[in-house]
């Protein structure tokens, strides 16, 4: 059953999220990448009869901080959403229910959710591409085929944790360097910049959230991520694995779910 009125939105620094929203696409749905600055500017609207599937990465654990600001500036007006929560292969946390929790919040009917594993910028354990049949088991499940788990989203569950750890993860984690003798100023990382971070000297500063998009668009090389201490690689190198596609519904707590409920 094909979905009328849907509009994809992705947030992709590393195309990860990009790859997999265009699969999933069909040809009636809008499809707003809101990963560039200025792509956040206008908001879209929506109406009840409206459907969204947002595919967003996850960051530390959860969703990156500029995905959550920017969905609380929305207002789904009761606009049925699905959530893909891309990840590295290493730990998703509770990226799902915190995003369904944020949607909920911005008035959106949040109702299905998966987490895909793809390969991770920091990793050197390469993970597989998305196949054909992972990205039809996606497709088939946004189009109604739902045979996975309930996870509640009562008010008791888990919240939208209101303070980011993002800041100083990034603080223990490393720095986006630029290698000034390779660099020829093409500006290409400021254009891609995802958090306005490069400066005019193509610095990045404060504002940086490592995502590596400047190290992808870089067409010198000249950009890298440089990591303070071996320990996040190791820990990376540690847990990146394959993982299985997971999907969800989400429900609020009721008689009916609650045998079924497996709360993660
Ligand atoms: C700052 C940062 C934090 C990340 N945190 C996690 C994490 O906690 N767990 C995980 O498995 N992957 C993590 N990843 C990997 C991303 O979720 C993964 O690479 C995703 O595909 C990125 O999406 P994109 O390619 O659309 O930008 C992180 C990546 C970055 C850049």
Redesign the pocket.
């Known amino acids: 059953m094909e979905q009328n009125n849907r509009t994809i939105l ?11 929203a265009l699969a999933i696409r069909n040809d009636s749905d809008s499809f707003i990448n809101f ?1 560039l600055p200025q792509s956040r500017v206008n908001l879209p609207s929506f109406s009840q009869s409206s459907e969204v599937v947002f ?8 969703v ?1 901080d500029i995905c959550a600001q920017y969905i609380k500036k929305l207002n789904g007006k009761n606009a049925g959403a699905s959530v893909i ?9 509770n ?1 799902l229910k915190t995003a369904a929790k944020l949607l909920q919040r911005s008035n959106f009917n949040v109702k299905k959710g998966a987490y895909i ?7 050197k354990t390469k993970l597989n591409n998305l196949s054909a049949e992972r990205l039809e088991r996606i497709r088939a499940f946004l189009n109604g085929d739902f045979s996975g788990r309930i996870i509640s989203l009562s008010k008791n569950a888990h919240s939208a944790s209101a303070v980011s750890v ?1 800041p100083l ?2 603080a223990l ?1 490393g720095k986006c360097t630029v290698n000034p003798s390779a660099c020829t100023a093409c500006g290409q990382c400021l254009n891609n910049c995802p958090a306005d971070a490069i400066n005019s000297d193509f610095k990045a500063d404060g504002n940086c ?5 400047c190290v992808n668009a870089c067409p010198q090389h000249a950009r890298s ?1 440089k990591f303070f201490s071996p320990l996040p690689y190791l820990f ?1 190198k540690a ?2 694995k394959h ?1 299985d596609d997971e999907f969800f519904e989400f429900a609020s707590v009721s008689a009916s779910v609650k045998s079924r409920m497996l709360d993660h």
């Open positions: 992705c947030f992709s620094p590393t195309g990860g999220c990009r790859t997999i990963t595919v967003i990465p996850v960051y530390n654990r959860s990156p929560c891309v990840y590295g292969g290493v730990t998703k946390g990226a594993a793809a390969p991770h910028f920091y990793s993002q993860m990034k984690t959230i490592l995502c590596g998009a991520i990376i847990n990146c993982r």
